[in-house]
């Protein structure tokens, strides 16, 4: 069955400080790959997607991922952090499919801090 | 601004009471999504909708009732529900690309805040 592991639970980094968010996938096929941000209270927001092509995927607000299949993974990279990245942040990857609806499966998210 | 709208945006009942809670995106999307979200967790998917019909039902306790009544609507009854129910219920919609020939990501509404007594 398809699964998503983040390693960290929190992270705390310094605003300015680049930022690396973990996150492997199993999954038998090529992925369809996301990373969703959720600030509280909010739902989630969609930072960037990854479903073929180029590895090194740019999204929103200066975030960009590496999908590397030969590690089953799909980073998340932020050169220089901001205060208000300070949010849970979720991997996800979709089911193959072959619906016209997808089954997404979330892994466990990681909460990142920002010391001002 | 997200592009789906999901109303009240918190809900406070009795485990007695009925109540609704609804979805509403205007993106053309023709699949729907509840999910359940609980503090420091990710969502756990409920139910699907594709073309106003249920696709997907996870196992979800029958207090809980879906409704699509259009491509644009969708609605979650609530019956009787207990105190572990209490949690960030979330509504999202996805583009139809078609059978088998790729998936679109989901755009999620702020959830409703629904607490339990």
């Known amino acids: 069955a398809q699964s998503v592991t983040q390693p960290d639970i929190h992270i705390t980094v310094s605003e300015g400080a680049s930022l690396e968010l973990r996150c492997n996938y199993s999954?038998?096929?090529?992925?369809?790959l996301f990373w969703y941000v959720q600030s509280p209270g909010q739902g989630l927001q969609l930072l960037l997607k990854y479903f073929s092509g180029d590895t090194l995927v740019q999204g929103i607000k200066g975030f960009e991922a590496e999908f590397k299949r030969s590690q089953s993974s799909f980073n998340l990279r932020k050169p220089s952090v901001h205060w208000s990245d300070a949010a849970e942040y979720f991997c996800a990857v979709a089911d193959r499919p072959k619906t016209s609806y997808d089954k997404v499966i979330f892994g466990p998210g990681t909460s990142l801090s920002v010391i001002p | 601004d997200t592009e789906v709208t999901q109303t009240p945006k918190h809900l406070v009942m009795g485990m007695t009471n009925k109540k609704s809670l609804k979805c509403e995106q205007h993106?053309?999307?023709?699949?729907m999504y509840w999910y359940k979200q609980k503090a420091k967790k990710p969502p756990e998917l409920m139910f699907v909708?594709?073309?106003?019909?249920?696709?997907i039902n996870e196992s979800v306790p029958s207090r809980f009732s879906p409704e699509c009544p259009n491509s644009s609507l969708l609605n979650l009854h609530l019956h009787a529900l207990q105190p572990e129910d209490s949690a960030l219920y979330l509504c999202?919609?996805?583009?139809?690309?078609?059978?088998?020939?790729?998936?679109?990501?989901?755009?999620f509404g702020d959830g409703t805040r629904l607490s339990i007594l």
């Open positions: 993106m053309g999307h023709r699949a």
């Open positions: 999954y038998g096929a090529t992925p369809y």
């Open positions: 909708y594709s073309y106003e019909k249920l696709s």
């Open positions: 999202a919609s996805s583009q139809d690309v078609g059978a088998g020939r790729g998936t679109q990501p989901q755009h």
